[in-house]
């Protein structure tokens, strides 16, 4: 049954089931991500016991499924309180001003008085968290829970969930008790023809049918055995059938596993921050699982489109060695940024120790302008969650809301046009109709914005809309947004957290190689890279107005540094650096100037 918890003046929603035994306030017993030997010793002195049939175990009824994004709007964050009480708390007073937060515990007054305990950050107010007794075994809900689908496109909410590749019951069964909170049918992948095994942290949907995963997903579902189960036994052409009739995917794109990662969930190393980038983790030369990464990331780009038909962009990020610990392949934690969970207008991250994470926060507020970033330690005596080989996505699940005003933009690129109008193409989509689409664009990011009224493309869909950017001079920078108003009267802006947040483009040359001014009396300057186009012993001229520690690093087209050209001390003046042509295969390169660990500068030379 379902009561009442009154506590302070607020109601706290508690689905009642069995009482568990192990108080909130403790680290109980945490299980690792993988199955390790003393969990597998007790599972097979006590045996499995699955649940075999759950849900709805048919494709759900509708012709026009969509698996939501995890950038979209959510209505509610779902987290498991098994263990490190400190982190999901963080997370729970991070997310409460953004949405609906669903516990799901065993002990429901242990995990209260701790939310409301003055440890780790102090009292919350519980206005907006269910609290829900379920039995549990793990904290890993976001390999176990169910994933938004909309069955007509933006209407029609279920959630689909599939078999767990873990022998947790108890986990398993997580998706139905959520279903049932929430009134949501749930479509389960449970039986044959359509049974499927497969995870949450090794899955991401770009919201318009395309999902990445890795080809984990195929080695649990290719009839083997393994010590507790007889995995599904689909071809990779069926287990995309069955992406596509219960979820509206597509185009499943699968990467080789990493062989340092124990786990083999893609969260580990890459995120889909919208539909046409991919933040992915980067490792020194030759370093864990950095090779095979950038192997993975060719294969993406060399195979695959966006849902616009441009490459992915992808935005590099360092993933940090154990302190102390050295790299996952000298048996180092395998720590990593892109383990971040969306929350409405914030996003929230692990972190580890102040050299990396400085670094890892910038390149997140630079990449996702107007987002809180949140960080979280997950590297810090008993909240040490990295050593399970998990951070913050691992421990949370979310529920796309029920009513979406979909929105969708191939962001400008850098452009030398300075005389014509710069074209804003939009997809606005909503269960009622569009009623009205709005552009705004400024030259200064806090304002003022002009706005212009977006009208209906040459198709008159009613979802694409159109609208122009006057011609800006050489050296502008460019920021814009998009609003949408649905016919029902429904609001929503892109980026979310507009006008924060903002998309940004540059005008001319000036703009894109010139001079950097760092302080009213310190500046540097690229001058021409020559030859350019290169084929051998190339020189690049740098000017400081300054004398500076600098560090000129060579990049390709993914951001991964093919050379330190030079690292250390620049005199005032004029220096000329080189670097050799011939070793590099043909292609676009970067030449980047960074000044106590940001980019100040950059060159782009073509290579014969």
């Known amino acids: 049954m379902i009561y009442n918890y009154m506590n302070k003046g607020f109601i706290v929603l508690i689905l009642c089931m069995t009482i568990g035994e192990v108080g909130a306030q403790e680290v109980s ?65 991070a ?51 169910a994933n938004t689908v909309y069955g007509s496109w933006n209407d029609d909410r279920i959630l689909v969930d599939w078999m767990y590749n873990r022998p947790r019951p108890e986990d398993d069964v997580v998706s139905d008790a959520l279903g049932e909170h929430l009134g949501i049918d749930v479509y389960s992948t449970t039986a ?43 071809t990779p052409t069926e287990i995309e059938d069955i992406f596509e009739v219960f979820m509206g995917i597509d185009t499943l794109i699968t990467m080789p596993t990493l062989p340092y990662d124990g786990i083999h969930h893609i969260d580990m190393h890459m995120k889909l921050l919208n539909e046409s980038t991919l933040m992915v983790s980067e490792y020194p030369e030759g370093i864990a699982d950095g090779p095979q990464i950038n ?51 914030k996003i929230l991250l692990p972190t580890y120790y102040e050299q990396y994470d400085t670094t890892a926060i910038r390149i ?97 869909n009613g979802e694409d809309f159109t609208a122009e950017i006057p011609a800006m001079p050489d050296a502008t920078y460019v920021y814009y947004y998009i609003n949408g108003e649905a016919i029902s009267g429904k609001t929503g802006t892109l980026p979310m957290p507009a006008p924060l947040g903002w998309w940004k483009f540059r005008v001319g040359e000036t703009a894109i190689d010139g001079m950097v001014e760092l302080g009213p009396d310190y500046s540097v300057t690229f001058s021409e890279v020559y030859p350019n186009p ?15 520690d600098v560090r000129v690093v060579l990049r390709d087209a993914l951001g991964r540094t093919l050379e330190v050209i030079h690292k250390g001390y620049l ?35 073509m290579v014969l």
């Open 364 to 460: 997140w507020e630079e990449t996702m302008p107007g987002y809180e970033i949140v960080g979280i330690d997950c590297d810090d005596g008993n909240n040490d969650i990295i050593s399970l080989s998990g951070a913050i996505h691992c421990i949370t699940h979310s529920v796309a809301v029920e009513d979406p005003l979909l929105i969708s933009h191939l962001p400008l690129s850098d452009t030398d046009n300075t005389t014509d109008a710069y074209i804003v193409d939009a997809y606005f989509s909503h269960r009622s109709g569009i009623s009205e689409a709005k552009l705004y664009y400024t030259t200064a990011p806090t304002g003022p914005w002009t706005e212009v009224t977006m009208v209906e493309s040459s198709n008159m």
């Open 534 to 548: 290169a084929s051998a012993i190339t020189c690049i001229p740098v000017m400081m107005s300054k004398a500076q």
């Open 295 to 345: 192997a993975n990331i060719d294969y993406i780009l060399s195979n695959f489109t966006t849902k616009w038909g441009t490459p992915f962009n992808i935005v590099r990020i360092p993933s940090p060695p154990e302190l102390g610990g050295g790299y996952p392949n000298t048996g180092g934690w395998y720590e990593t940024y892109s383990n971040a969970v969306f929350v409405n207008n």
């Open 29 to 93: 017993k945490v299980w690792a991500n993988a199955v390790g030997i003393e969990e597998r010793t007790l599972i097979e002195s006590k045996g499995v016991s699955t649940v075999l049939s759950r849900g709805i175990e048919t494709p759900p009824p509708y012709t026009n499924l969509r698996a939501a994004a995890e950038w979209e709007e959510i209505e509610a964050l779902t987290i498991a309180w098994q263990g490190y009480p400190c982190i999901l708390k963080q997370i729970v007073a």
């Open 571 to 605: 005199p005032f003046g004029e220096t000329k650096l080189f670097f050799n042509a011939a070793q590099i295969p043909p292609g676009a390169y970067f030449i980047h100037l960074e000044v106590n660990n940001v980019n100040v500068a950059g060159k782009k030379v």
């Open 192 to 234: 044959a023809p359509y049974d499927l095994m497969n995870t949450g942290g090794n899955y991401m949907s770009d919201g318009f049918g395309t999902a990445f995963e890795s080809e984990l997903v195929h080695d649990e579902n290719n009839g083997e055995s393994t010590w507790w189960t007889t995995y599904p036994n689909h």
């Open 95 to 145: 997310s409460i001003s953004e949405c609906r937060v669903i516990v799901f515990t065993e002990n429901p007054s242990s995990t209260i008085n701790y939310l409301l305990g003055n440890s780790c950050g102090g009292s919350i107010d519980l206005d907006n968290v269910d609290v829900v007794e379920q039995e549990l075994n793990t904290i890993w809900i976001r390999d176990y829970g």
